[in-house]
């Protein structure tokens, strides 16, 4: 009985073992990913960074446009200013 009882106690200490190392490892993936994910109030910032400068070539595309369009305008209706 004795002996049942000490490979009992055994197997239950190397249970208890497992178990902690799993969790242990579950804690350490989680850890991991959490690391790798993105502040969103960092990655929100980002965004709004790259819509600024999004919108701002795109307001010196269409500035350069009108600027285009009026200068050849101009050379169209004012016979004066052609070369």
């Not at 109030?41 to 269409?62: F, G, H």
Request: positive net charge; aromatic residues 4%; hydrophobic residues 30%.
């Amino acid at each position: 009985m004795l002996v049942a009882h000490k490979k009992s106690a055994e197997r239950s200490r190397f249970v208890e073992v497992a178990h902690g190392e799993l969790v242990e490892k579950e804690l350490d993936a989680m850890i991991e990913r959490r690391s790798r994910q993105k502040d969103p109030d960092e990655e929100s910032e980002l965004c709004q960074q790259n819509v600024r400068a999004y919108t701002a070539r795109k307001q010196e595309e269409m500035r350069a446009a009108w600027c285009e369009h009026q200068r050849t305008r101009r050379l169209v209706t004012e016979p004066s200013s052609r070369p």
